[in-house]
């Protein structure tokens, strides 16, 4: 798998008069901060650009898109090129994929390890802790000096990627790129604002129950948390507004191994795995039928909550005695 250069894709984007900007499903703030960087910078050269999604970007993103955003498969015809980013299959844009397609030319940057070279370019960095820094290395590329708000949405794919400069991902290069940001006066703490301190009430109240039901197993070392739906009805929190909870539950001292068990219908529990420093949850969620990375995976069961709580407990007591 060979990737091609930067100097041959900025060529491609600056000879393209149309382009159309593919993130991911479920979008996070590098798959968003990654396509507002490179749409903004195709606009200010006088392109049409937009950033085709098919999921609502999340409130706290949602300054990012200053009308990139669209769900218009319409929007423009006669695409020149098809860029994705943050993205390295057709699974992750599947209401998409035929407009994909229709590109004259395709583009994919990503850095997740798993991405095939399925475009007529590619630029994969596994080593790349966001896509938004390879997507900051092609700006410079193109002979471009980011401003301001491009350098606010390199800076969002970034900080959210390594969880804010905490992750083993993160690299000297993210940091040496945080200070270019400095030196064009992106203002970080104003961004880290609008990403970090922007939630509903409902979102710290569904925290709360979720923290009410922590369970402490293995000797300290696993724990536990579960929602039921009726949890979510009753604080009238949005499905997304659950996902860092699993973070805040490996974050207990002693924990190497955690669990977040939530039901999203009646017989059916989606289950989110963390390991901190030794463990493996690669192979829990395998044998369970999910898939995922050693520190980050998941899996969906079809039984009922108390009978999944019980099984993950059995799974993590297994691996934290082989730990
Ligand atoms: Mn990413």
Redesign the pocket.
Known sequence: MKNNTFKEIAEVLLGAGKVLIYPHINP?G??IG?AAAICRTLRNLGKTAYILIEDEVPDNLKFLDKGYTTFDHKITEDVDVSLCV?CGDFSRLPAREEKFREGKVTVCID??GTTENFCDYNYVDPQAA???ELIYALIKEMGIVPDVETGEAIFA?ITT?TGNFQYSNTTRNCHLIMAELFDIGVDTNKVSVEIYENERPEKLMITARAFSTIEIIGGGRGAVAHLTLKDMEETGARPFETDRIIENIRSISGVEYAAFIKEKEPGVIRVSLRAKRRGDVAKIAADLGGGGHVKAAGCTLYMPLDQAVNLIKEKMEEAIKAL
Request: aromatic share 0%; hydrophobic share 25%.
């Open positions: 996070d590098d798959a990654s943050d850095h997740h966001a896509t938004g794919a990627d």
